[in-house]
């Protein structure tokens, strides 16, 4: 459905910017000054360096819903498997999450454009979710969320977390 969406896009724009509910991208001089550069480079797609922001419950509050992610979350974690070619010019097909193109045309990596990916936003409220889930009949129940120390292992396992850089949480823009 994103694909066919993307390509009726293409139709009427010279862009498509593709991101999920759970994602935001950023490039430090603006999507809309970035883009303007992209006219002058001439390539088809972009790709993002992934990053997770990561809850680290034993020194951070629970997330407060009223206030900005990055006044209240000071860690990610790079995620390679999160980079993501998000800005198009051209029509291709995108794999399942959008993670790679699977027709390969020549791509531009640009590492100051960042996807900062929010699924590790808050420890106990991924916790209460999955169990909720768990305890009902639905295409998203089934048991398959992970809990306890499944969910601690996923939770800190990957990549060392780092602390966000002081510039980037000083914008507040999320």
């Known amino acids: 459905m994103i694909n066919q969406f993307k390509t009726q896009l293409l139709k009427d724009y010279q862009y498509v910017v593709y991101v999920d509910y759970d994602e935001i991208l950023y490039h430090p001089s603006g999507l809309d000054k970035y883009i303007d550069v992209l006219d002058r480079l001439d390539v088809p797609y972009v790709t993002a360096s992934g990053y997770d922001i990561v809850h680290r419950p034993k020194i951070e509050p629970a997330f407060d819903f009223s206030r900005t992610i990055l006044s209240q979350r000071g860690y990610w974690r790079r995620v390679g498997e999160y980079d993501k070619s998000l800005?198009?010019?051209?029509?291709?097909?995108?794999?399942?999450?959008?993670?790679?193109?699977?027709?390969?045309?020549?791509?531009?990596?640009?590492?100051?454009?960042?996807?900062l990916h929010y699924h590790k936003l808050d420890y106990a409220?991924?916790?209460?979710?999955?169990?909720?889930?768990?305890?009902?009949?639905?295409?998203?129940?089934?048991?398959?969320?992970?809990?306890g120390k499944e969910l601690y292992h996923w939770w800190e396992g990957g990549n060392p977390v780092f602390a966000i850089p002081k510039e980037l949480r000083d914008l507040d823009f999320v």
């Open 125 to 147: 409220y991924v916790e209460a979710l999955n169990h909720h889930l768990r305890s009902i009949s639905s295409p998203l129940g089934g048991g398959s969320q992970l809990i």
């Open 87 to 115: 800005i198009t010019s051209k029509d291709f097909h995108w794999d399942m999450g959008c993670h790679t193109v699977t027709s390969h045309p020549p791509m531009y990596y640009a590492r100051e454009l960042l996807l």
